[in-house]
């Protein structure tokens, strides 16, 4: 069974550009994360989906962060425009929704904003 | 709002020597992971936990939900060097939960 994929793996942009990341979830998963990873330290999510619907964003920066799932599978994270500030892994998480399976991780996006 | 602290930040240890990490809360969770993160990759789940007290092994891991609700424990029995990494906790307030608060993880190092 395939995993989290997720790409660009990498992503160098200066300041004041826009980036955008793509996240496909494992098949089958209705929820989908998404999860900032500043550098030594652990994920904190900025976004949870269920099918397309977006359940919790409270911690999405929404001046200049913003998702989308159409037709509940795929997602993108979008950044416009980016600062200094936001250089971290960017990591994309599915899970299952019947309550009892824990969310899988993709390998994450990294990005440095100069 | 919910943080979680780990213990000990980093530690170095000898190939084949036990390893025992803690997660503790302010806050009471009902579910807890842990998982581990390798150099340029995304976590993976070592285990989870789901009732106050429950012991779940996986290999040569072992990891145990707090009796107060408020801490998780790891232990690696045996360490290799491919344990090396970043160990994780994770806790929700949710039964089975979907939404999780990550710690700022324990680095461990396996001298050979």
């Known amino acids: 069974e395939a995993g989290v994929v997720q790409s660009p793996r990498y992503k160098i942009i200066e300041k004041k550009q826009p980036v955008a990341f793509w996240c496909n979830p494992i098949?089958?998963?209705?929820?989908l994360y998404w999860y900032r990873q500043n550098l030594g330290q652990g994920p904190e999510l900025l976004i949870r989906?269920?099918?397309?619907?977006?359940?919790?964003d409270s911690q999405l920066p929404k001046d200049r962060f913003s998702a989308e799932r159409l037709k509940g599978v795929d997602s993108t994270l979008k950044i416009q425009p980016a600062e200094l500030g936001d250089s971290a892994v960017y990591l994309c998480?599915?899970?299952?929704?019947?309550?009892?399976?824990?969310?899988?991780f993709g390998p994450g996006t990294r990005l440095l904003v100069l | 709002g919910q943080q979680l602290n780990q213990s000990p930040q980093s530690m170095f240890i000898q190939e084949g020597e036990d390893v025992s990490m803690n997660c503790t809360s302010s806050?009471?969770?009902?579910?807890w992971l842990w998982y581990k993160q390798d150099p340029g990759e995304g976590p993976v789940l070592l285990i989870a936990?789901?009732?106050?007290?429950e012991l779940t092994s996986n290999g040569r891991l072992t990891a145990q939900f707090g009796i107060t609700r408020k801490d998780s424990f790891l232990n690696i029995s045996a360490s290799i060097p491919s344990d090396v990494g970043i160990y994780f906790c994770?806790?929700?307030?949710?039964?089975?939960?979907?939404?999780?608060?990550f710690g700022p993880g324990t680095r461990l190092s396996v001298l050979p």
């Open positions: 936990l789901y009732k106050a007290g």
């Open positions: 098949s089958g998963h209705n929820t």
């Open positions: 994770a806790g929700s307030v949710d039964n089975y939960g979907q939404n999780f608060v």
């Open positions: 989906y269920e099918n397309e619907e977006a359940v919790d």
């Open positions: 998480a599915s899970s299952s929704d019947r309550g009892y399976e824990t969310q899988y």
């Open positions: 806050s009471i969770f009902n579910t």
